[in-house]
């Protein structure tokens, strides 16, 4: 595999999408809103009643760290779906596969920019986050909450293997969505199994703990390994250009 | 430079390409001609190893399609304009062509200078930096062409160039194929408009799923029915047309007061059968030469 190929793929539709208005602001808003928003519910939550008590505090901090995991499910949906669908409905597919670059390059290279972007944009709004959190709690908690091995671990483990499951699910939805939205549409639907661990959590079925949330990454590295194999089988010239609807 | 034997294609149950035999030359210009449906995008993307062969064989510049290790080499030497230009449309017109130059690993230098010559060959060098949407059709076949020469291919694939194309722009293009073949470069023409083959192409293929003719536009017109004259008389009778028949067996009709003749070698004929004409009683009043047209071979190949 040719890393060079690679990086001129992913750097071409970085560059696409970041002057894609919608694509851009889509992928800000979200991290925004979790940095700026979940610190001001710690910060006045409760407030009638004294706030949030300091033994509350770091539940319902890992909580809203869950956000994030959220958000890296849900955010390579948009970037991947136009990188793959849209580039299928402008028909700028045939000319691209008729060079010498192979299947797997081109591959690499569009999951690349697709899951480069919300990392990037997720890091950011977790680091803006942490920094609001530990000026809001360090003197009810009398120490700096993060960073932490739950954040870590969510960041480093859980965050990059998520987006790349939802890059993946959207290469095999590609094949068979006509436009942009519906690819976006069906590929919302992977958010909803992490909503459901993050209510599960919050009703005190799971404990999301750091053990735990390694097992959950266990599962869902299984998971993309599967995927992986999947989405290389459908990304094929052959396919593409004879069987993608 | 490219050389088909017994290549086939098939969809489930669709053939779509049956058994084509072909053999272009380096430096021809070799057109495609066929109804939607024939085969021709198919046969294209087989040679550019976009899809695979069901049987045959085929080689690009000596390299075989299918053959795992010669892939990426067909792919090096050709260029693909596709019938749908898809272009970067977000993308101004010289990063859609550097983009391009970088997957053939062309050094900065040699993209610099091919992108501007090519922009500047097709007349839009000075739209250099505007986005490829907000050119015109033609403006974005023409982009599509330089982005499909950016490597300096040797064998050049243009399927359906002119399509939806005003008569200007299609001129343009035409004329920038013209220039192509001035340098030497192998193309291979997919259209379905027969004047711009003729114009065009030292050999065209009428394909319609089989080969069913391949040759040079002059040579498929005279394999119709050659040449034509027709003698318009101020009145036919049978002495007349006994009269030329006598001269040889040429194959005669009358329609109105037209006797026309298909004669192989016309300019020594006539002149015979003129004087044949007169001595039997008939009036002349003109004699016209009517050649069959590109369009009449393709009719009848195409329907029959």
Same mark, same amino acid.
């Given at each position: 595999?040719?890393?060079?190929?690679?990086?001129?793929?992913?750097?071409?539709?970085?560059?696409?999408?970041?002057?894609?208005?919608?694509?851009?602001?889509?992928?800000?808003?979200?991290?925004?809103?979790?940095?700026?928003?979940?610190?001001?519910?710690?910060?006045?939550? #409760?407030?009638?009643?004294?706030?949030?008590?300091?033994?509350?505090?770091?539940?319902?901090?890992?909580?809203?760290?869950?956000?994030?995991?959220?958000?890296?499910?849900?955010?390579? *949906?948009?970037?991947?779906?136009?990188?793959?669908?849209?580039?299928?409905?402008?028909?700028?597919?045939?000319?691209?596969?008729?060079?010498?670059?192979?299947? #797997?390059?081109?591959?690499?290279?569009?999951?690349?920019?697709?899951?480069?972007?919300?990392?990037?944009?997720?890091?950011?709004?977790?680091? /803006?986050?942490?920094?609001?959190?530990?000026? /809001?709690?360090?003197?009810?908690?009398?120490?700096?909450?993060?960073?932490?091995?739950?954040?870590?671990?969510?960041?480093?483990?859980?965050?990059?293997?998520?987006?790349?499951?939802?890059?993946?699910?959207?290469?095999? *939805?590609?094949?068979?969505?006509?436009? *942009?939205?519906?690819?976006?549409?069906?590929?919302?639907?992977?958010?909803?199994?992490?909503?459901? /661990?993050?209510?599960?959590?919050?009703?005190?079925?799971?404990?999301?703990?750091?053990?735990?949330?390694?097992?959950?990454?266990?599962? /869902?590295?299984?998971?993309?390994?599967?995927?992986?194999?999947?989405?290389?089988?459908?990304?094929?010239?052959?396919?593409?250009?004879?069987?993608?609807? | 430079?490219?050389?088909?034997?017994?290549?086939?294609?098939?969809?489930?149950?669709?053939?779509?390409?049956?058994?084509?035999?072909?053999?272009?030359?380096?430096? !021809?210009?070799?057109?495609? &001609?066929?109804?939607?449906?024939?085969?021709?995008?198919?046969?294209?993307?087989?040679?550019?190893?976009?899809?695979?062969?069901?049987?045959?064989? +085929?080689?690009?510049?000596?390299? !075989?399609?299918?053959?795992?290790? %010669?892939?990426?080499?067909?792919?090096?030497?050709?260029?693909?304009?596709?019938?749908?230009?898809?272009?970067?449309?977000?993308?101004?017109?010289?990063?859609?062509? %550097?983009?391009?130059?970088?997957?053939?690993?062309?050094?900065?230098?040699?993209?610099?200078?091919?992108?501007?010559?090519?922009?500047?060959?097709?007349?839009?060098?000075?739209?250099? %930096?505007?986005?490829?949407?907000?050119?015109?059709?033609?403006?974005?076949?023409?982009? +599509?062409?330089?982005?499909?020469?950016?490597?300096?291919?040797?064998?050049?694939?243009?399927?359906?160039?002119?399509?939806?194309?005003?008569? !200007?722009?299609?001129?343009?293009?035409?004329?920038?194929?013209? !220039?192509?073949?001035?340098?030497?470069?192998?193309?291979? &023409?997919?259209?379905?408009?027969?004047?711009?083959?003729?114009?065009?192409?030292?050999?065209?293929?009428?394909?319609?799923?089989?080969?069913?003719?391949?040759?040079?536009?002059?040579?498929?017109?005279?394999?119709?029915?050659?040449?034509?004259?027709?003698?318009?008389?101020?009145?036919?009778?049978? +002495?007349?047309? +006994?009269?030329?028949?006598?001269?040889?067996?040429?194959?005669?009709?009358?329609?109105?007061?037209?006797?026309?003749?298909?004669?192989?070698?016309?300019?020594?004929?006539?002149?015979?059968?003129?004087?044949?004409?007169?001595?039997?009683?008939?009036?002349?009043?003109?004699?016209?030469?009517?050649?069959?047209?590109?369009?009449?071979?393709?009719?009848?190949?195409?329907?029959?």
């Amino acid at each position: 595999m040719d890393l060079q190929n690679v990086w001129t793929i992913a750097s071409k539709d970085l560059g696409i999408f970041l002057k894609k208005k919608s694509i851009l602001y889509s992928t800000i808003l979200f991290p925004l809103i979790a940095a700026i928003g979940l610190p001001l519910v710690v910060e006045f939550a #409760g407030q009638a009643v004294g706030g949030i008590p300091a033994t509350a505090l770091p539940g319902v901090i890992d909580a809203f760290l869950f956000f994030f995991i959220i958000g890296a499910a849900s955010l390579p *949906v948009g970037i991947a779906s136009y990188s793959l669908v849209g580039e299928k409905v402008e028909k700028s597919l045939e000319p691209l596969l008729s060079t010498p670059m192979t299947d #797997g390059e081109i591959l690499l290279g569009k999951s690349i920019a697709a899951f480069l972007l919300p990392l990037l944009a997720i890091y950011a709004g977790a680091t /803006i986050f942490a920094a609001f959190i530990d000026a /809001i709690t360090r003197g009810q908690l009398g120490y700096f909450y993060f960073p932490n091995a739950s954040m870590a671990v969510i960041l480093f483990v859980v965050v990059p293997l998520v987006c790349l499951l939802s890059v993946e699910v959207l290469i095999l *939805v590609s094949a068979r969505a006509n436009d *942009v939205r519906a690819a976006q549409q069906f590929g919302g639907v992977l958010v909803f199994p992490f909503v459901v /661990i993050y209510v599960a959590g919050e009703i005190g079925i799971i404990n999301l703990n750091t053990t735990n949330l390694l097992l959950i990454s266990a599962a /869902i590295l299984a998971i993309d390994i599967l995927l992986f194999f999947l989405s290389r089988g459908t990304f094929q010239r052959e396919e593409i250009l004879t069987k993608w609807k | 430079m490219i050389d088909a034997e017994n290549l086939t294609r098939k969809f489930d149950n669709l053939t779509a390409v049956d058994n084509l035999t072909l053999h272009i030359d380096e430096g !021809e210009v070799f057109g495609f &001609l066929g109804p939607n449906g024939a085969g021709k995008t198919t046969t294209v993307r087989m040679l550019c190893c976009l899809i695979g062969k069901t049987s045959g064989t +085929a080689k690009v510049g000596g390299y !075989e399609i299918g053959n795992a290790a %010669d892939i990426q080499k067909i792919r090096k030497i050709i260029g693909l304009l596709p019938e749908n230009v898809g272009l970067y449309e977000d993308m101004s017109a010289y990063k859609n062509l %550097d983009f391009y130059g970088k997957i053939y690993k062309l050094t900065e230098t040699q993209r610099r200078e091919r992108i501007e010559r090519f922009l500047r060959m097709l007349g839009l060098w000075e739209k250099q %930096d505007q986005p490829a949407g907000s050119f015109s059709k033609g403006m974005k076949q023409k982009l +599509a062409i330089a982005r499909a020469l950016i490597h300096d291919p040797k064998v050049l694939f243009l399927d359906e160039p002119t399509a939806n194309l005003d008569p !200007e722009a299609s001129k343009t293009v035409r004329d920038f194929i013209l !220039e192509l073949k001035k340098e030497k470069h192998t193309i291979f &023409l997919n259209t379905h408009l027969l004047d711009e083959a003729e114009r065009i192409c030292d050999r065209v293929g009428i394909l319609k799923t089989k080969l069913l003719a391949v040759d040079t536009p002059e040579r498929l017109r005279q394999s119709l029915w050659g040449t034509k004259t027709v003698i318009q008389l101020e009145s036919v009778n049978d +002495a007349v047309v +006994a009269a030329v028949k006598k001269l040889g067996s040429w194959q005669t009709e009358v329609t109105g007061n037209k006797l026309i003749v298909s004669v192989s070698n016309p300019e020594h004929h006539i002149p015979d059968i003129v004087d044949a004409v007169g001595k039997a009683g008939g009036r002349v009043q003109s004699v016209t030469q009517i050649t069959p047209t590109l369009e009449d071979v393709y009719l009848k190949l195409v329907r029959s």
